[in-house]
């Protein structure tokens, strides 16, 4: 009663028959209807003639992670414009500002209990930083350093409180981690779908 399912019919199969009622071999796929759903685990079973099938999906949040790495995606690419342009306090904060919506994808994806839809950036920054604390993987101790670096710059590069303390090697190297980490991400994602 809680979700509806489309059940997709190969081709071919004559739905036209007084009383049709499908075996599992008449049956393409099976897709959950109600967008409202996409963010919830779910599990579909449905009664064919000779068995019943069993769908389930335990991935909480993809339609709200999806929508966090399409937004990314447009200050990424404005970092990107920003780095080669040489305007390094414009990709700082653009930088920034798309590695924060990754990173709150990925807290939202892994179901992390301290991340909402409405979340502020030092819930953000510290449910980040709490989650790769005591990785043993260089690649997540390093995304971590690159984070806080960026976090820690923004308002320099944005408000010039401050000299900006990143060279433009390191602006490089953190683009490519986070294009690293928003591909990784959105191939997971997709995995699921």
């Given at each position: 009663?809680?979700?509806?399912a489309?059940v997709?019919?190969?081709?071919?199969v004559?739905?036209?028959?007084?009383?049709?009622f499908?075996?599992?071999?008449d049956?393409?796929?099976?897709?959950i209807?109600e967008?409202?759903?996409?963010?919830c685990?779910?599990?579909?079973?449905?009664?064919f003639t000779?068995c019943y099938q069993l769908?389930?999906?335990?991935?909480?949040?993809?339609?709200?992670c999806?929508k966090?790495l399409?937004?990314s995606?447009q200050?990424?690419?404005?970092?990107?414009y920003?780095?080669?342009?040489?305007f390094?306090?414009?990709?700082?904060d653009n930088?920034?500002s798309?590695?924060e919506?990754m990173v709150?994808a990925?807290?939202l994806?892994e179901?992390?209990?301290n991340?909402g839809a409405?979340?502020?950036h030092?819930?953000i920054?510290?449910s980040?930083?709490?989650?790769y604390?005591?990785?043993?993987?260089?690649?997540?101790l390093e995304?971590?350093?690159?984070?806080?670096?960026l976090?820690?710059?923004?308002?320099n590069?944005?408000y010039?409180?401050?000299?900006?303390?990143l060279?433009r090697?390191?602006l490089?190297?953190?683009?490519?981690?986070?294009?690293n980490?928003y591909?990784?991400?959105?191939?997971?994602?997709?995995?699921f779908?």
């Amino acid at each position: 009663d809680e979700v509806s399912a489309k059940v997709k019919i190969k081709e071919g199969v004559d739905k036209s028959v007084k009383d049709f009622f499908p075996n599992s071999e008449d049956v393409e796929s099976i897709d959950i209807n109600e967008e409202e759903y996409l963010d919830c685990g779910h599990i579909i079973i449905i009664r064919f003639t000779d068995c019943y099938q069993l769908k389930f999906d335990f991935v909480y949040n993809k339609k709200s992670c999806k929508k966090l790495l399409d937004n990314s995606i447009q200050f990424l690419k404005t970092a990107d414009y920003a780095l080669n342009n040489d305007f390094y306090n414009a990709y700082i904060d653009n930088a920034f500002s798309a590695f924060e919506l990754m990173v709150k994808a990925n807290l939202l994806f892994e179901a992390n209990k301290n991340i909402g839809a409405k979340s502020n950036h030092k819930a953000i920054n510290q449910s980040f930083n709490l989650r790769y604390k005591n990785s043993s993987h260089e690649d997540e101790l390093e995304l971590r350093r690159v984070f806080n670096k960026l976090s820690n710059e923004r308002r320099n590069a944005r408000y010039l409180d401050n000299e900006v303390n990143l060279n433009r090697d390191e602006l490089i190297c953190s683009l490519e981690r986070i294009n690293n980490f928003y591909l990784n991400l959105i191939n997971r994602i997709n995995k699921f779908e």
